[in-house]
Structures are given as C-alpha cells and as structure tokens.
C-alpha cells in the first residue's frame, strides 16, 4: 500500500484515532490474517465465531505492525470504526485515487475468473509491476484487500470480480473503477442466488456498465449473453472467441493427448499459432480473453503469443494436472464446480483419456438454489455421452450426478456413489490403473482431499 499515516487512515474512513496522535505512519501492508502483517503494517482485526482479532494487536504491534484497525480500542495504536469492510473500500478508493497511472483491470464471469486472473498476472507483469495475487479474493474483503496491494510503482491492478446478486459488481467497480473490463461468460453459477442465467447475466453486465467512455471491454462473442453487453457500456468493445463475429478469434482449435490446445489466433489481417501449456480446451477461451487485455495495455503480438506458450497455473487446484510414479494421471480441478465448469474439466478428461480408462470424482456443486438436482443429472448425463468409464459422486446431494448417467443408454460404464470423501479414497485404492486418468471436481465440500490423497502416490 502507499504509505499513510494513521491520522489519514482516522480521516478516509471515518474511524476515530486511539493511542495514537495520528503521525504514525503505514508503509507495510494491510492484512487481516495477525500471522502475515509485517513492520509498518496495518493490521484489520475481525472478530470470529471462534477467534477475536482484536485480542492479537498487541502481539502484532508489538512485532513492529505501525497500527490496527478495529471495531474497538484495543490498547494499541490504531483507528477505530463502526465497520472494517466500510472501512476497508473507503480506505481502497483512497489508495485507487492516489494512483492516477494505474491501470485498473477488473474481470467476471460464471467460471474461469481466477485462472484467466493469473493468466493477466503473469502477461501484464512483462509489462510492468503488476498486482494479481493468487487465489479468488474477489469478494467484499477479498476486492479491497487486493487493491491495497498496490502501490506506485504499480502499473497495473488485475481485480475479479465476484457476485451473488445484483447490485454486487457495481459496489466493487465503486471501490476502484476499471479501464479494462472482462466478462468471460454466463453460466449456471449461483442460480440459487441470480434465479436464472438472464439475472446472471443482468449482474455480470454492471461491469461494463462501469467502464468509462475511455474504456475498454472485452466479451466473449462465444456467448450470447455476454456478446450482448456491447449495448451497456459506452466504452470500445473489443469481442474475443472462436465466432466469426469475433475481434480477436481462434481457429483449428487442436487439442493434443496432454488435454493441451493450439490453435490459429486471428487479429485483423495477423495471423499467429499459439500453443497452449495448460490443459483443458475451455483454456482458449481464458486466454483469448487475457490476449485481448494485454494487447490492449500495448504487448506485441509476437511477444504475447510467446508469453500465451509460457502461462501456467498459480492459483491451486484449478486444473492442476499432475503425474503420479505409477502413470496413473490427476487433474485437480477440486477448488470449486459448477454445472459449466464441471462440463469443461469433463471435456478435458475425455480428451486426456483417450484411450485410457477414465475416472471423474464428483463432489457436490453447491448454490443452484431450485436447479440442484437438474444440474447434477447434466453433469452426470455429460459424463455419461463423453464415454468416461467411472463416476463416483461424493456425498448425498450429489447422487443424482449418477442418476443423469443412467438415462444415458448406451453408456457402458460404471457409477459408484461415495458417503463422503474417505468412501471415494476408499474406491480408488482397491481399484487404481497404471493407465487411468482421475478427475476430481467440487464445491469446496473439501473433495480435494480425495486430490491430496492421490498426490500422495508414496502412501498408495
């Protein structure tokens, strides 16, 4: 963060400066984990269902933290304030406007935010510093606490952006106002929430709408939904996908044994191979996305078809292929799922698999609200029509995954259902092939455990 002394901290949030006269300043970061503030940071004190953070701000001060922002007077040196998430955003727009070279990226999307963030990460930071920081913090905490990362040697800021009802985009583009914005898709993600994919969609659009005329949006041409946001925004519009329609396209999509894709990359009268380094086909669509992005920032195309063949995975468990001793394959792709992503990590192990046999571990797809059970049975029936030899859903609202396979008749393979994760382990380890290829996919039902086993290949 740029460095701030209490007292303007006091100031911008509104807060009320305790045990202090306001000239200590922060020239750390802002973090809101006691174990990760360093000297000259600020430490955001919550309090837990089973731990107070407030109770550790004299340790942290004490460890050379300058100050703690709180709900209460906790003897140290600090600001205190009504709200910290209040706080937190006021304190993040302050930062923002600061920092008039920065270039703000904020990107959505029902699946593939967090890849296609780390993709931007690692294309923009070629350019300049850059502020993309693995994991999905892309929510009322996770948003502001990205944004003050930044600081002025930062030249650009990549945020996600996640919602669970309209009204939410538009909070987080008034804590820091995107140049760039990025909606990758529409899709089946929190319908208990959004109610259907149009409302979804109402949501994901107010990100465009926050561009500024001298902005730019990419939209995915490949969708509809998202295809049609070019109406909401009056900044330029730069389409991406493999449509005709699109700006910056791809064609001959070729996807090879490793689940990896080439493909031909069409920009005006240019044309580029690009060869992929992570698996899965539905990656073409996160980097067209990301392509689109850099070159906007002003990359050479020559060099961003280089650095497209050098991106790789930073967040965990999203994809994450890997090989155990005994040959059999992992994709793990565990941290979260719902009924698009699930179908485009299926599509990537049938391709994987070819000619080997193939096993999905399907955990529970949470938030579909009234869609529950017709989503799993998609996902099942998908499975099912991609040939993959074995389903084993975990849990029991996970069940009709194995149902939608059953309706699939001239399936011919297997479907075994698993009480929980242990019962899935359990599975596997009585019948494992040397030749296999294992998917393992869920709503953060902790269905990476069954991921983490088999990494484990020495236990096995």
């Known amino acids: 963060m740029i460095a701030l002394t209490l007292g303007e901290i006091a100031a911008v949030t509104g807060g009320r400066l305790v045990n202090s006269d306001g000239s200590e300043t922060v020239t750390g970061g802002v973090e809101y984990d006691s174990r990760k503030v360093g000297p000259g940071g600020l430490f955001v004190a919550f309090a837990g269902e089973k731990a107070d953070g407030h109770d550790f701000a004299p340790a942290v ?29 006021k304190l ?21 935010k967090t890849t296609t963030k780390d993709y931007l990460g690692q294309l923009l930071s070629r350019l300049g510093p850059t502020v993309a920081p693995a994991g999905s913090l892309n929510n009322e905490l996770g948003f502001p606490y990205t944004v003050l990362q930044a600081d002025e040697k930062t030249r650009f800021l990549v945020l996600e952006m996640g919602a669970r009802g309209v009204g939410h985009i538009r909070y987080l583009t008034d804590i820091a ?90 920009f005006g009268v240019e044309r580029k191979n690009v060869r992929l380094g992570v698996a899965g086909r539905h990656q073409v669509a996160n980097s067209l996305a990301a392509a689109a992005v850099a070159l906007t920032a002003g990359m050479a195309l020559d060099d961003l078809v280089t650095a497209l063949g050098e991106v790789g995975i930073v967040s965990g468990r999203r994809m994450d292929v890997f090989e155990r001793p005994d040959g059999v394959t992992v994709i793990d792709d565990s941290y979260n799922a719902n009924p698009s992503s699930t179908a485009a990590a299926l599509h990537a192990l049938a391709a994987m698999g070819a000619g080997r046999r193939t096993t999905a571990v399907l955990g529970y797809m949470a938030e ?93």
């Open 92 to 112: 993040a727009r302050e930062v923002v406007g600061r920092l008039p070279e920065l270039t703000v990226v904020g990107l959505t999307g029902s699946s593939g």
């Open 61 to 89: 001060v004490a460890g050379g933290a300058t100050g703690v922002l709180g709900t209460r007077d906790a003897g140290v040196p600090g600001v205190v304030v009504t709200d910290q998430l209040n706080a937190l955003a």
């Open 177 to 266: 106002q995107p140049s760039i914005g990025v909606v990758l898709n529409v899709g089946a993600a929190h319908l208990g929430e959004f109610g259907s994919v149009e409302g979804t969609a109402l949501a994901k659009g107010e990100l465009v709408e926050a561009l500024p005329p001298s902005g730019v949006a990419v939209l995915n041409a490949d969708d509809a939904l998202v295809s049609g946001m070019a109406a909401r925004t009056g900044a330029r519009v730069l389409q991406v996908g493999e449509a005709e329609t699109a700006d910056l396209r791809a064609t001959d999509v070729v996807v090879d044994s490793s689940g990896r894709a080439s493909y031909v990359l069409k």
């Open 368 to 460: 579909l609200g009234e869609h529950e059970v017709s989503g799993h049975a998609e996902v099942g029936r998908l499975a099912a029509e991609l040939g993959v030899d074995r389903l084993i859903a975990v849990a029991e609202n996970a069940r009709p995954i194995l149902d939608g396979a059953a309706e699939v008749g001239a399936w011919r393979g297997t479907a075994r259902f698993a009480a929980d994760q242990a019962a899935a382990i359990e599975i596997l380890q009585t019948d494992l092939h040397a030749d296999e290829v294992v998917l393992v996919k869920g709503s953060r039902y902790r269905t990476w455990d069954v991921a983490d086993w088999l990494r484990r290949s020495e236990e096995v």
